[in-house]
């Protein structure tokens, strides 16, 4: 965000205007469908700009500040309602200064003298959504959402089905009118059951409708135009305030909310009244630490003028009351338990250690795992389950550990595992590394099964409808073990048919998709083997220069020898001599971009037989065309050409790159059956063979002529 004392005012306006656009944009999306598209912590990192440019330029303020809105106005199929007494947002502070010149507004304002006391209360501020409940007579008659705050939506079937909320106000002097306010929320672990329920009931779970958050579930649950949906939702409900009223039943808001409480509503028992910023900030501190313990999402503490009088006389500005304010949590991090540290096998053997937490709510988003990378974070961080921890996620980075809150507690460290977890294979560190890893290899289950996944998967052969479920179930059955054994799954085609959840028409699907993939791109089936440094672009490479798959083997074979053969020179230290080698490898390879790390892998896997046995197995079900560089029509197509001496726009790799896709093969040496040499400064011997040979010569202009002929 740039600062606002640097722009223009021109720029001040326009920066306003699309603030504006876009925070109600997010409203409508938040508020009116239930479908956030970005984090609350960026919310209101806008909303933070917006106020901080509407500080610098007060002149500027819009009609349409967003601080002058209230939610979104509702679009659903419910019936409107029009509120006698608006329902409004909440001022928020993060800093506990805010807070403490928050108390100085309310005693300037009501000409207080500078320490007179201020009864506040003090209580947590659920992440539900706010609801109004009409008593008349003590019998519930309505129920609205709060929408823009001038008009919501009627959800009185839906609330009736909200055990919490009693249908009739039960107790002492319960007036004939009042109107009940507070959150309608769900619980943390209901959450989490509904949307497993959710995806349990869906057709394909992949596409099922899960919810982010408590909140979302929570909205969507109750605005619901079929209030047998609602009803199958575990929805509960606390009060918070009141709005139109035929009598106030005492003269403070602690007394009024005890009031609520004693006709029957359910009211929070983390509710408290204190007369300093000291007890307040306790409080506050005390319900952020027992945040990720209690049942339900909160994102801070609301605290209210006790005296209902001074309450009376604040009055309210743009959407807020003065005499209340959110004390929220940072909405980037909360404290939780690690319960415990499980080890995840990767397809290459690396062990990854996640810890498992507490659920708990980040930036909207419920956080129950986290990763911890290595041995060496865990003990950076100190870490042992049962630990106090305090977790980040900033926009949408994977959730971190950023603080031990118990580190200092005396408790044995974590021992990280010698052994795979799954196949007890020796787990190692390699020298220089700082991940450990099985050594199980292709025998580790867990690694066969990650290696299946990746030859499946999207960006290496990429076979549709044969997801994780499917692997574990034909793994467990012991249908597949290797990559051939997919294109062998035909077999099991009757024994398939007559396993539960497998159709004709699926059944005939995925193996229609798997030999559809019968002669797959050799470069994604190199990627798909998961052979360690070769990604996708690597594999690319490799086979542009090498075309087949039995080029690559070969080069495998090469690199194996070259390895063979290689000795430190007498004297030589270790170091020097395992540069020298790499750096012959990396010139055997001859690919730009592709190190000695590539080659050391490929001849790795190679080496080990049964990699070799998977291989030609593979290869027996398969045939990949060669891989031919799509080729435009050109002077040289057809032709080989020969590069040789320095040249000045270009590295050699591109200059074949070029002399490929046009069609042309580029040699390393002239022969008789050179047809074309070009010849940068320096060139020497190829030179002088191709002019004792009769062939033609051209300088690097002139090649770059003919590749621009060709278009
Ligand atoms: N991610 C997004 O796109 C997006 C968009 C809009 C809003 N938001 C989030 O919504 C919030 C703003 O919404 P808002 O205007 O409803 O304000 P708010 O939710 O911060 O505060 C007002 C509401 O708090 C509720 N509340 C809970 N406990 C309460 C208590 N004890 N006493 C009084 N009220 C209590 C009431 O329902 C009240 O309406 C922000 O936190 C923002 O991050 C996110
Ligand atoms: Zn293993």
């Known amino acids: 965000m740039t600062d606002p004392t640097q722009m223009t005012e021109a720029e001040a306006a326009n920066r306003l205007m699309r603030l504006a656009r876009e925070i109600a944009r997010h409203n409508r999306l938040y508020h009116d469908q239930d479908e956030p598209e970005i984090a609350d ?332 990378h290595n041995a060496d974070e865990i003990e950076r961080l100190g870490v042992r389950p049962g630990d106090r921890i305090v977790v980040q996620r900033a926009g949408d980075v994977i959730p971190q550990v950023v603080d031990n809150l118990t580190r200092d507690e005396p408790r044995t460290p974590f021992a990280f595992p010698d052994h795979c977890p799954v196949c007890h294979s020796e787990a190692v560190r390699e020298e220089g590394e700082v991940d450990i890893r099985c050594t199980g290899g292709l025998i580790c289950p867990a690694q066969r099964f990650e290696r299946l996944r990746h030859f499946v998967s999207r960006a290496a052969l990429d076979i549709e409808g044969l997801g994780e479920k499917s692997i574990q179930e034909f793994l467990d059955l012991g249908w597949i073990a290797e990559p051939a054994d997919i294109f062998r799954l035909k077999s099991h085609r009757a024994d398939l048919l007559g396993r539960e959840g497998w159709k004709e028409k699926s059944v005939d699907n995925l193996l229609a998709a798997i030999e559809a993939k019968r002669q797959p791109d050799a470069a994604r089936l190199l990627f798909g083997l998961g052979i360690r440094h070769i990604g996708a672009v690597t594999a690319r490479d490799l086979l542009r220069r090498y075309m087949t798959l039995e080029g690559i083997s070969a080069l495998a074979a090469g690199i194996i020898a070259l390895r063979d053969a290689a000795a430190p020179a007498e004297g030589e230290e270790e170091s020097r001599f395992r540069n020298r080698l790499d750096k012959a490898i990396a010139e055997y390879i001859g690919v730009e971009n592709v190190g000695s790390a590539v080659g050391h892998a490929l001849a790795d896997f190679f080496h080990e037989p049964h990699n070799v046995d998977v291989w030609n197995d593979l290869l027996r079900e398969v045939s990949p065309p060669d891989y031919l560089v799509e080729t435009t029509a050109s002077a040289v197509t057809g032709k080989t050409v020969v590069f040789t001496g320095k040249l000045e726009t270009m590295s050699r790799d591109e200059a074949k790159a070029q002399a490929e896709r046009l069609g042309a093969k580029a040699a390393g040496s002239v022969s008789a059956r050179t047809d074309l040499v070009v010849a940068g400064p320096g060139a020497g011997s190829k030179l002088k063979q191709a002019a004792a040979l009769g062939i033609d010569v051209i300088d690097e202009a002139a090649w770059a002529e003919i590749v621009k002929a060709a278009g």
């Open 41 to 372: 912590a960026d919310y209101d990192a806008l909303v933070r700009e917006n106020n901080a440019l509407e500080a610098a330029f007060p002149h500027l303020i819009r009609s349409d500040s967003p601080n002058a809105q209230v939610g979104a106005a509702p679009t659903s199929a419910l019936r409107k309602v029009q509120h006698a007494v608006r329902m409004m947002s909440l001022d928020n502070g993060f800093a506990d200064e805010d807070i403490a010149e928050f108390i100085a507004r309310v005693r300037r304002f009501l000409a207080l003298p500078e320490d007179a006391p201020v009864a506040l209360t003090a209580e947590p501020k659920i992440d539900g959504l706010s609801c109004s409940l009409h008593y008349e007579k003590g019998e519930l008659v309505l129920a609205a959402t709060r929408g823009d705050g001038t008009t919501g939506e009627d959800v009185t079937a839906n609330v009736r089905t909200i055990p919490d909320i009693p249908q009739r106000l039960t107790g002492q002097a319960v007036p004939d009118l009042f109107e009940v306010r507070g959150e309608v929320y769900m619980a943390k672990a209901d959450f989490v059951a509904l949307n497993a329920r959710l995806a349990a009931e869906a057709d394909d779970p992949e596409k099922a409708r899960q919810f982010a958050n408590p909140r979302n579930a929570a909205a969507g649950s109750l605005r619901q135009k079929d209030a047998a949906v609602t009803a199958s939702r575990p929805l509960r409900f606390l009060a918070h305030g009141w709005g139109e009223v035929s009598a106030v039943p005492a003269e403070t808001q602690l007394g009024v909310m005890q009031a609520i409480a004693g006709w029957g509503l359910p009211v929070s028992d983390r509710l408290t009244c204190v007369d300093t910023l000291e007890a307040l900030i306790a409080h506050y501190r005390a319900i952020e630490a027992a945040r990720a313990d209690l049942p339900f999402d909160i994102d801070g503490v609301v605290y209210k003028v006790d005296r209902l009088d001074w309450q009376q006389r604040l009055g309210f500005v743009a959407k807020a009351p003065r005499w209340a304010i959110a004390h929220k949590f940072p909405a980037e991090r909360a404290q939780t338990t690690l319960e415990s540290i499980d080890i995840q096998v990767g397809r290459t053997g690396k062990l990854t250690p996640v810890g498992r937490l507490t659920p708990v709510t980040v930036g909207g988003v419920v956080v129950s795992n986290v990763t911890l």
